[in-house]
């Protein structure tokens, strides 16, 4: 029997939520067992252009070849920075803590992460980034929403299909505005309504990477923008694209000698195909 003691027992709301937060902790190692599996294979290949470099470097004595193997030597490892520095990002800070976030880096971490991927089908991405307050987030689990909506945009497309990553404010509701969208085959009318419930899929089953086809996607992004006091939006049709939109609640902070004030980064300009 239990003493008097021990805890009282949880109610079913109480649960409920706490199996939500262990299936949404569960959610985000998978993601990230699923970013480091992919690029471990960038790295490697990072690894291997810069011992090749080097070799061709001490093979060969005259300046110009060593100079141009010490530049292809310098870029790998700039990259391969860019690459740790992504999986260190999506590794940090695994608790449900909110804090101040920069929205823009961590869309550029994540879209390094996922480099190597869209490569491979020749997705291009075109960056439209304004200047946006910090966002008062959790980083990790928007990575995660970020991370679900763009695997989603690169399986929805065709080879050398096309993605836009924009960024900004929504002025009617005060809020910063992400939104994702490609120019795919697009979500059936009829499928829209159901898109975020959990376990609907239009999806066979996953393709060959591995990932997309359960259905849990979608509805734990949406639970993840609700717990942020935020919003998502779809809007798709058929044989021309889809767009998801992220709203999310700008970080505010006092002044040191006024009224409260939105934290603001630099301007990012937008980048071409």
Sequence with gaps: MPSASDPPPLTPEEEIAMLRKRLAAAQRMTALGEL???????????????????????????????????????????????????????????????????????????????????????????????????????PNQIQQVVLNLLINARQALSPGGLVIVKLGMDKPTGMISLTIRDNGSGIAPEHLPRIFDPYFTTKTGPDETGKGGTGVGLATCREIMEWHQGRIQVASTVGKGTAFTLKLPAAVVAAPAGPAVAVGVPARSAEPT
């Design 36 to 138: 480091i599996s992919t690029t471990t294979h960038e790295f490697n290949n990072v690894l291997m252009t810069i011992i090749n470099y080097a070799k061709i470097g001490l093979r060969h004595k005259d300046q110009p070849t060593r100079d141009k193997a010490f530049e292809k030597i310098l870029a790998a490892g700039n990259r391969a920075a860019k690459i740790t520095n992504g999986i260190l990002g999506a590794a940090r800070n695994r608790s449900d803590d909110f804090a101040p976030t920069d929205l823009a880096k961590l869309l550029e971490e994540t879209l390094v992460l996922l480099e190597r991927e869209l490569s491979k089908y020749r997705i291009s991405v075109e960056r439209q980034i304004e200047d946006v307050p910090l966002a008062m987030v959790n």
